[in-house]
Antibody, heavy 121, light 107 residues
Framework: QVHLVESGGGLVKPGGSLRLSCAAS????????MSWIRQAPGKGLEWVSY????????YLSDSVEGRFTVSRDNAKNSLYLQMNSLRDEDTAVYYC??????????????WGQGTLVTVSS | EIVMTQSPATLSVSPGERATLSCRAS??????LAWYQQRRGQAPRLLMY???TRATGIPARFSGSGSGTDFTLTISSLQSDDFAVYYC?????????FGQGTKVEIE
């Protein structure tokens, strides 16, 4: 079955950087778009990014454009989110998700359990 | 940006009763709408996509309807597992956006 495991979260100071990883198993990773979605404590869901199956197409929300980059390594079945210039408002649980295999990218079929990023001085 | 508005914010229902959740888009999203369930302390789970198609493994007591700007998720007979927060999500336009959620609680 589809399994997604995020890692790399933690406490970081404003202006700092963090790299999240998502390890995928149970499906052919290189066939699917992937996504990052976040949820601030006690709040709703916010889409952050998509990346195409071969990594050639990336979509980022305006709130993270220019600060976050998303990448993937299909040989390692892994998805990454490099977060730079972090702000207090980036504090959230970050989920990786598998997206239905089509373009443009659509809904989130399977979700990992999330990793918490806390930005605080 | 398309704003998704869910109502009510909280729905108090007794087990076995029917629950009806609404989601309204600020402009048409065609049928490009999904619903997710998030139980306390868990990740969201896909329930419905393309407005009315149940995801794999989702029980038939869940149904979705609507197109354009007005959508409904109905749970025909609430079970204990169903008490959770439900989010709608549009994937018709950029950026992808979610509603703020409806919490279904035990009355």
């Amino acid at each position: 079955q589809v399994h997604l495991v995020e890692s790399g979260g933690g406490l970081v100071k404003p202006g700092g950087s963090l790299r999240l990883s998502c390890a995928a198993s149970g499906f052919i990773f290189s066939d699917y778009y992937m996504s990052w979605i976040r949820q601030a404590p006690g709040k709703g869901l916010e889409w952050v990014s998509y990346i195409s199956s071969d990594g050639s197409a990336v979509y980022l929300s305006d709130s993270v454009e220019g600060r976050f980059t998303v990448s993937r390594d299909n040989a390692k079945n892994s998805l990454y989110l490099q977060m730079n210039s972090l702000r207090d408002e980036d504090t959230a649980v970050y989920y990786c998700a598998r997206v239905k295999n089509e373009a443009p990218p659509t809904y989130f079929q399977h979700w990992g359990q999330g990793t918490l990023v806390t930005v605080s001085s | 940006e398309i704003v998704m508005t869910q109502s009510p914010a909280t729905l108090s229902v007794s087990p076995g009763e029917r629950a009806t959740l609404s989601c309204r888009a600020s402009q048409s999203v065609s049928s490009n709408l999904a619903w997710y369930q998030q139980r306390r302390g868990q990740a969201p789970r896909l329930l419905m996509y393309d407005s009315s198609t149940r995801a794999t493994g989702i029980p038939a007591r869940f149904s979705g309807s609507g197109s354009g700007t007005d959508f409904t998720l109905t749970i025909s007979s609430l079970q204990s597992d169903d008490f959770a927060v439900y989010y709608c999500h549009q994937y018709n336009d950029w950026p992808r956006t979610f509603g703020q959620g409806t919490k279904v609680e035990i009355e």
